[in-house]
Protein backbone atom coordinates (compact mmCIF):
# COMPACT_ATOMS: atom_id res chain seq x y z
CA UNK A 1 0.00 0.00 0.00
CA UNK A 2 1.30 3.48 -0.71
CA UNK A 3 2.02 5.96 2.36
CA UNK A 4 -0.40 8.70 1.16
CA UNK A 5 0.72 10.73 4.25
CA UNK A 6 4.47 10.31 3.10
CA UNK A 7 3.98 10.51 -0.29
CA UNK A 8 1.91 13.91 0.36
CA UNK A 9 5.05 15.16 2.09
CA UNK A 10 7.36 13.94 -0.52
CA UNK A 11 4.94 16.20 -2.91
CA UNK A 12 5.11 19.34 -0.95
CA UNK A 13 8.89 19.01 -0.49
CA UNK A 14 9.65 18.88 -3.99
CA UNK A 15 8.06 21.92 -4.67
CA UNK A 16 9.22 24.00 -2.15
CA UNK A 17 12.47 23.04 -3.49
CA UNK A 18 11.74 24.14 -6.95
CA UNK A 19 9.95 27.02 -5.22
CA UNK A 20 13.38 28.01 -3.60
CA UNK A 21 15.05 27.59 -6.86
CA UNK A 22 13.12 29.98 -8.78
CA UNK A 23 15.65 28.82 -11.68
CA UNK A 24 15.02 25.49 -13.21
CA UNK A 25 17.70 25.41 -15.20
CA UNK A 26 21.51 25.03 -14.73
CA UNK A 27 23.77 26.46 -16.88
CA UNK A 28 27.18 23.89 -17.33
CA UNK A 29 29.00 25.17 -20.10
CA UNK A 30 28.37 28.51 -21.11
CA UNK A 31 30.35 29.38 -24.67
CA UNK A 32 29.79 32.40 -27.35
CA UNK A 33 27.76 29.97 -29.38
CA UNK A 34 25.37 28.84 -26.83
CA UNK A 35 25.18 26.83 -23.47
CA UNK A 36 24.87 23.43 -22.60
CA UNK A 37 21.58 23.54 -20.34
CA UNK A 38 21.08 21.04 -17.78
CA UNK A 39 17.17 20.80 -16.52
CA UNK A 40 15.68 18.00 -14.40
CA UNK A 41 12.57 18.03 -16.41
CA UNK A 42 11.64 18.19 -19.49
CA UNK A 43 8.58 20.72 -18.97
CA UNK A 44 12.06 22.78 -17.39
CA UNK A 45 12.66 24.24 -21.12
CA UNK A 46 11.58 27.88 -22.35
CA UNK A 47 12.11 30.48 -24.60
CA UNK A 48 16.10 30.96 -22.98
CA UNK A 49 16.91 27.83 -24.92
CA UNK A 50 15.50 28.69 -28.54
CA UNK A 51 18.27 28.08 -31.13
CA UNK A 52 21.45 28.21 -29.06
CA UNK A 53 21.35 25.86 -25.81
CA UNK A 54 22.18 22.65 -25.92
CA UNK A 55 19.27 21.37 -23.51
CA UNK A 56 20.13 18.22 -20.93
CA UNK A 57 17.38 16.66 -19.69
CA UNK A 58 16.64 13.69 -16.83
CA UNK A 59 13.31 13.11 -18.61
CA UNK A 60 13.13 10.36 -20.37
CA UNK A 61 12.72 10.52 -24.60
CA UNK A 62 9.83 9.55 -25.71
CA UNK A 63 7.74 11.59 -28.19
CA UNK A 64 6.06 13.48 -25.22
CA UNK A 65 8.68 14.93 -23.42
CA UNK A 66 10.62 15.41 -26.57
CA UNK A 67 7.33 17.12 -28.45
CA UNK A 68 7.86 20.18 -25.37
CA UNK A 69 11.87 20.38 -25.86
CA UNK A 70 10.85 20.50 -29.37
CA UNK A 71 8.32 23.54 -29.35
CA UNK A 72 11.28 25.70 -27.80
CA UNK A 73 13.78 24.60 -31.09
CA UNK A 74 16.76 24.23 -29.25
CA UNK A 75 20.11 23.70 -30.94
CA UNK A 76 20.06 20.06 -29.71
CA UNK A 77 18.66 18.04 -26.91
CA UNK A 78 20.22 15.16 -24.81
CA UNK A 79 17.58 13.00 -22.81
CA UNK A 80 17.68 9.38 -20.86
CA UNK A 81 16.74 6.17 -22.61
CA UNK A 82 14.95 4.74 -19.18
CA UNK A 83 15.46 1.11 -20.35
CA UNK A 84 14.34 1.68 -24.04
CA UNK A 85 11.14 -0.46 -23.06
CA UNK A 86 7.97 -2.12 -25.39
CA UNK A 87 8.26 -0.52 -29.25
CA UNK A 88 11.23 1.83 -28.06
CA UNK A 89 8.64 4.41 -26.30
CA UNK A 90 11.71 5.49 -23.88
CA UNK A 91 13.79 6.97 -27.27
CA UNK A 92 11.13 7.79 -29.73
CA UNK A 93 11.68 11.03 -29.15
CA UNK A 94 15.13 11.01 -30.79
CA UNK A 95 13.04 10.80 -34.27
CA UNK A 96 10.87 13.06 -33.87
CA UNK A 97 13.71 15.18 -33.11
CA UNK A 98 15.00 14.27 -36.58
CA UNK A 99 12.17 14.74 -38.05
CA UNK A 100 12.35 18.60 -37.01
CA UNK A 101 15.85 18.67 -37.98
CA UNK A 102 17.13 18.77 -34.10
CA UNK A 103 20.19 16.72 -32.90
CA UNK A 104 19.57 14.71 -30.28
CA UNK A 105 21.02 11.90 -28.11
CA UNK A 106 20.03 9.86 -25.08
CA UNK A 107 21.95 8.53 -22.17
CA UNK A 108 21.88 5.20 -20.17
CA UNK A 109 19.81 4.97 -17.48
CA UNK A 110 22.08 2.66 -15.57
CA UNK A 111 24.47 5.63 -15.63
CA UNK A 112 22.50 8.54 -13.72
CA UNK A 113 20.69 9.59 -11.26
CA UNK A 114 16.97 9.76 -12.82
CA UNK A 115 15.67 13.81 -12.15
CA UNK A 116 18.82 14.90 -11.96
CA UNK A 117 19.84 16.87 -15.22
CA UNK A 118 23.29 17.55 -13.56
CA UNK A 119 23.66 14.22 -12.68
CA UNK A 120 22.95 13.36 -16.40
CA UNK A 121 26.23 15.42 -17.64
CA UNK A 122 28.42 14.72 -15.40
CA UNK A 123 28.08 11.14 -15.04
CA UNK A 124 25.61 10.14 -18.05
CA UNK A 125 26.96 7.91 -20.98
CA UNK A 126 25.53 8.23 -24.29
CA UNK A 127 23.42 5.08 -25.10
CA UNK A 128 21.71 6.12 -28.73
CA UNK A 129 21.96 9.19 -30.92
CA UNK A 130 19.38 10.21 -34.04
CA UNK A 131 21.09 10.74 -37.27
CA UNK A 132 21.86 14.12 -37.25
CA UNK A 133 23.26 14.01 -33.91
CA UNK A 134 25.49 11.18 -35.26
CA UNK A 135 26.84 13.42 -38.38
CA UNK A 136 27.64 15.65 -35.93
CA UNK A 137 30.56 13.07 -34.57
CA UNK A 138 28.51 12.03 -31.78
CA UNK A 139 28.09 8.10 -31.02
CA UNK A 140 27.32 5.48 -28.47
CA UNK A 141 29.88 5.51 -25.58
CA UNK A 142 30.96 9.25 -25.41
CA UNK A 143 30.32 10.58 -22.11
CA UNK A 144 27.09 13.46 -22.11
CA UNK A 145 29.57 15.98 -21.39
CA UNK A 146 31.68 15.14 -24.20
CA UNK A 147 28.60 15.22 -26.71
CA UNK A 148 26.97 17.96 -25.78
CA UNK A 149 30.08 19.63 -25.89
CA UNK A 150 30.16 18.39 -29.71
CA UNK A 151 26.83 19.69 -30.22
CA UNK A 152 27.56 22.72 -29.18
CA UNK A 153 30.40 23.36 -31.45
CA UNK A 154 29.38 21.49 -34.37
CA UNK A 155 26.55 22.79 -36.99
CA UNK A 156 24.04 20.47 -38.09
CA UNK A 157 23.94 19.97 -42.63
CA UNK A 158 20.29 19.07 -43.29
CA UNK A 159 19.96 17.82 -46.14
CA UNK A 160 17.08 16.75 -48.41
CA UNK A 161 15.41 13.10 -48.04
CA UNK A 162 16.91 12.01 -51.67
CA UNK A 163 20.32 13.57 -50.25
CA UNK A 164 20.35 10.75 -47.04
CA UNK A 165 20.76 7.77 -48.73
CA UNK A 166 23.98 6.22 -46.66
CA UNK A 167 25.41 4.65 -49.68
CA UNK A 168 28.44 2.35 -48.30
CA UNK A 169 30.65 0.31 -49.84
CA UNK A 170 31.25 -2.96 -47.79
CA UNK A 171 32.86 -5.27 -50.39
CA UNK A 172 34.75 -4.98 -53.37
CA UNK A 173 35.03 -7.89 -56.06
CA UNK A 174 36.20 -9.06 -59.12
CA UNK A 175 35.92 -6.79 -62.25
CA UNK A 176 35.70 -3.73 -60.25
CA UNK A 177 31.93 -4.99 -58.51
CA UNK A 178 31.51 -4.11 -55.33
CA UNK A 179 28.77 -4.89 -52.68
CA UNK A 180 26.71 -1.15 -52.00
CA UNK A 181 24.52 -0.68 -49.04
CA UNK A 182 21.98 2.31 -49.98
CA UNK A 183 18.94 2.49 -47.69
CA UNK A 184 16.34 2.05 -50.66
CA UNK A 185 16.44 0.51 -54.20
CA UNK A 186 15.35 4.00 -55.45
CA UNK A 187 18.73 5.16 -54.45
CA UNK A 188 20.28 2.78 -56.80
CA UNK A 189 22.53 5.15 -59.69
CA UNK A 190 24.02 4.28 -62.79
CA UNK A 191 27.15 3.49 -61.57
CA UNK A 192 25.15 0.36 -60.23
CA UNK A 193 24.10 -1.46 -63.44
CA UNK A 194 25.85 -4.64 -64.12
CA UNK A 195 28.62 -3.80 -61.29
CA UNK A 196 27.12 -3.70 -58.18
CA UNK A 197 25.49 -5.95 -55.33
CA UNK A 198 22.56 -3.42 -53.71
CA UNK A 199 22.02 -4.22 -50.18
CA UNK A 200 19.10 -2.15 -49.65
CA UNK A 201 16.60 -2.19 -46.98
CA UNK A 202 12.92 -1.46 -48.41
CA UNK A 203 10.32 -4.22 -49.10
CA UNK A 204 9.87 -6.31 -52.30
CA UNK A 205 6.88 -5.74 -53.68
CA UNK A 206 5.76 -4.79 -56.71
CA UNK A 207 6.70 -1.12 -56.44
CA UNK A 208 10.03 -2.12 -56.30
CA UNK A 209 10.30 -3.57 -59.65
CA UNK A 210 10.51 -0.68 -61.42
CA UNK A 211 13.46 0.46 -59.63
CA UNK A 212 14.94 -2.76 -60.08
CA UNK A 213 15.17 -2.74 -64.03
CA UNK A 214 15.67 0.46 -64.20
CA UNK A 215 18.93 0.57 -61.75
CA UNK A 216 19.95 -3.33 -63.00
CA UNK A 217 22.22 -4.06 -60.78
CA UNK A 218 24.76 -7.14 -60.54
CA UNK A 219 22.48 -8.45 -58.07
CA UNK A 220 20.40 -7.27 -55.03
CA UNK A 221 19.32 -7.83 -51.70
CA UNK A 222 15.93 -6.03 -50.57
CA UNK A 223 13.53 -6.82 -47.25
CA UNK A 224 10.23 -8.77 -47.50
CA UNK A 225 8.99 -5.99 -45.34
CA UNK A 226 7.27 -8.62 -43.17
CA UNK A 227 5.83 -10.44 -46.00
CA UNK A 228 2.68 -9.62 -46.31
CA UNK A 229 -0.54 -11.15 -47.55
CA UNK A 230 0.12 -13.32 -50.25
CA UNK A 231 3.63 -13.14 -49.87
CA UNK A 232 3.32 -9.54 -52.10
CA UNK A 233 6.59 -8.08 -50.03
CA UNK A 234 8.84 -10.23 -52.06
CA UNK A 235 6.84 -10.94 -55.29
CA UNK A 236 9.03 -8.47 -56.89
CA UNK A 237 11.67 -11.26 -56.86
CA UNK A 238 10.16 -13.81 -59.29
CA UNK A 239 9.16 -10.90 -62.17
CA UNK A 240 12.63 -9.64 -61.93
CA UNK A 241 14.03 -13.43 -63.24
CA UNK A 242 12.93 -12.17 -66.42
CA UNK A 243 15.36 -9.37 -66.39
CA UNK A 244 17.99 -11.95 -65.22
CA UNK A 245 18.83 -10.13 -62.23
CA UNK A 246 19.87 -12.09 -58.71
CA UNK A 247 18.12 -11.25 -55.79
CA UNK A 248 17.18 -11.67 -52.47
CA UNK A 249 15.04 -10.79 -49.46
CA UNK A 250 15.70 -10.96 -45.62
CA UNK A 251 13.29 -11.27 -42.92
CA UNK A 252 12.43 -7.71 -41.94
CA UNK A 253 12.07 -9.32 -38.55
CA UNK A 254 16.21 -9.09 -38.56
CA UNK A 255 16.94 -6.11 -39.53
CA UNK A 256 16.16 -2.56 -39.82
CA UNK A 257 13.95 -1.35 -42.01
CA UNK A 258 15.48 1.89 -44.24
CA UNK A 259 18.56 0.68 -43.29
CA UNK A 260 20.90 -0.99 -45.92
CA UNK A 261 24.07 -1.16 -43.04
CA UNK A 262 21.39 -3.42 -41.09
CA UNK A 263 19.91 -5.62 -43.84
CA UNK A 264 23.86 -6.61 -45.10
CA UNK A 265 25.03 -7.02 -40.85
CA UNK A 266 21.78 -8.60 -39.70
CA UNK A 267 19.61 -9.63 -41.79
CA UNK A 268 19.15 -13.36 -42.83
CA UNK A 269 17.49 -14.10 -46.04
CA UNK A 270 14.05 -15.07 -46.31
CA UNK A 271 13.66 -15.66 -50.20
CA UNK A 272 15.71 -16.19 -53.30
CA UNK A 273 14.55 -15.75 -56.68
CA UNK A 274 16.52 -18.81 -59.17
CA UNK A 275 19.21 -16.72 -60.68
CA UNK A 276 20.21 -15.84 -56.99
CA UNK A 277 19.86 -19.62 -55.90
CA UNK A 278 22.05 -20.47 -59.14
CA UNK A 279 24.56 -18.44 -57.57
CA UNK A 280 24.69 -20.43 -54.20
CA UNK A 281 22.47 -18.05 -52.23
CA UNK A 282 19.95 -19.99 -49.46
CA UNK A 283 16.97 -19.48 -47.20
CA UNK A 284 18.57 -19.09 -44.08
CA UNK A 285 21.82 -17.58 -44.76
CA UNK A 286 23.25 -14.21 -43.27
CA UNK A 287 23.06 -11.48 -45.67
CA UNK A 288 26.66 -10.88 -45.72
CA UNK A 289 27.31 -14.36 -46.71
CA UNK A 290 24.59 -14.00 -49.99
CA UNK A 291 26.50 -10.64 -50.76
CA UNK A 292 29.54 -11.93 -51.26
CA UNK A 293 28.42 -15.16 -53.22
CA UNK A 294 25.97 -12.66 -55.51
CA UNK A 295 29.59 -10.45 -56.17
CA UNK A 296 31.26 -13.68 -57.10
CA UNK A 297 28.81 -15.04 -59.09
Known amino acids: ?7 RQGIRSINAYYHQRM ?12 RVVAIDSAYHVDERNTGRDVVVSASYSGVLPARFVADR ?9 CGIGPEGAGIAGLWFYEALGI ?27 NAIAAACGVAAGMTVRDAALVLLRTDPVLRAPDEVTNRTVVEEGPAGR ?10 GTEADRDRTVLVTAGHTGRSAVPYLRSVHPWGFI ?9 DSGMAGLAVVEADGLAGATVDARTA ?3 DGLS ?34 G
Not at 23 to 34: A, I, K, N, S
Not at 73 to 81: H, Q, V
Not at 267 to 273: L, M, P, R, Y
Open 103 to 129: PAATADVATILLGDGVDVVEHGVVSRV
Open 178 to 187: AVVCTDSIAF
Open 1 to 7: MVDRPRL
Open 256 to 258: RMG
Open 263 to 296: SYHDGVISAVNRPAHHRGVEIGMPAKQAAHLLLQ
Open 73 to 81: RPRAAIGLD
Open 23 to 34: DLQTVMVDDPRG
Open 222 to 230: CSDGGRGRD
